[in-house]
């Protein structure tokens, strides 16, 4: 069946320095969408890609989805305390019933 | 706007007993609900779910089901638990592409 894999599983950062997550799929995505879940909490839906090597910023952080729309990654320039959590990809094929299938995730902690 | 509830926030529950969690969705009529576990606070596990009353998918065989009673409620059941089944239990929603999730319930099985 269709799987989405994220890594790296951990990051730990000095705030300040950049982080990067990584997520690929085994098969051809619809679309991919990104979560955050802080500690405690449940995930948050921060971002849909949907076109063939797209890039959408938000503040800090920057989404690709890659040109064969099999992958994808989250870049946060700069991190900030407040950027701790797990960040989670997930991806669609509507030609596979179009079901959500969740990465690991990513834990992040940055160090102040 | 739209709220998504869940109870109870945490239970303890010994292995053999039965469980219902509960899940309701405010200000939105049919939406798809879902239900999640996250197993040591890690991947997202689809379980189950709905498109309508009634209509329930499963995706993972084990010893849990759901119910969709009404519209906007989702229900979560076993008849007897097991160690296995201690996690973090996310009901969640579809509004156009983005999945709204609920507070979650962390269940402990001793």
């Known amino acids: 069946g269709q799987q989405v894999m994220q890594i790296p599983q951990y990051q730990h950062v000095q705030e300040g320095e950049d982080f990067t997550t990584y997520c690929n799929s085994s098969t051809t995505l619809s679309n991919i969408q990104w979560y955050k879940q802080r500690p405690g909490g449940h995930p948050v839906f921060l971002i849909q890609l949907v076109k063939s090597g797209e890039v959408k910023k938000q503040k800090r952080l920057t989404f690709q989805f890659g040109e064969a729309k099999k992958n994808s990654s989250l870049h946060i320039t700069a991190t900030q305390t407040t950027d701790v959590g797990t960040y989670f990809c997930a991806g669609r094929n509507y030609n596979q019933g179009g079901k959500l299938i969740f990465g690991q995730g990513t834990e992040l902690s940055v160090k102040p | 706007s739209q709220t998504i509830h869940q109870w109870p926030a945490t239970l303890v529950q010994p292995v053999g007993s039965p469980l219902s969690l509960e899940c309701t969705v405010e200000?939105?009529?049919?939406?798809?609900l879902y239900w999640y576990r996250q197993a040591a606070g890690r991947g997202l596990q689809l379980l189950f779910y709905s498109v309508g009353i009634g209509q329930i998918s499963s995706e993972v065989p084990q010893n849990l089901s759901a119910s969709r009673p009404q519209d906007r409620q989702f229900i979560l059941s076993s008849k007897k638990l097991l160690l296995s089944d201690s996690g973090f239990y996310l009901c969640a929603w579809t509004h156009d592409y983005e999945q709204y999730f609920g507070p979650g319930t962390r269940l402990t099985v001793t």
């Open positions: 200000g939105t009529s049919n939406p798809n």
